[in-house]
């Protein structure tokens, strides 16, 4: 049985995120607050900007996800948890459910 997995799509919030918007607090609480919920090993991030408003403030396109990836660097996450989050829980997820 597949795992459900829990993907994080960082966006600004219309509401009132747009004030803090530059802050590494409120753009990265998501991902922590995932991480603390459902572990390391489900939770993802992308760079899919087809359907959002707008882009959280710096990644205007996906040559900006070094910025990111360093905040969390910052922030305490392990390399390896940062392979996890960009990519390998994503892959592992399709592996399982493909069978390849």
């Known amino acids: 049985m597949v795992r459900a ?3 994080v799509q960082e966006q ?3 509401v009132g995120a747009r004030q803090e918007r ?3 607090r409120n753009q990265f ?4 607050h995932a991480v603390k919920i459902a572990g390391i090993d489900h939770v993802g991030i992308g760079s899919d ?3 959002i408003s707008g882009p959280p403030n710096g990644l205007d396109d996906v040559s900006k996800m070094p910025a990111p990836i360093a905040v969390l660097l910052k922030r305490g996450y392990a390399k390896r948890d940062l392979k ?3 990519g390998e829980n994503f892959l592992r997820v399709i592996r399982e459910v493909t069978g390849k």
């Open 5 to 7: 997995e829990l993907i």
């Open 12 to 14: 600004t919030n219309a």
């Open 22 to 24: 530059g802050s590494d």
């Open 29 to 32: 609480r998501g991902i922590d």
């Open 49 to 51: 900007f087809d359907g």
């Open 84 to 86: 996890k989050i960009l």
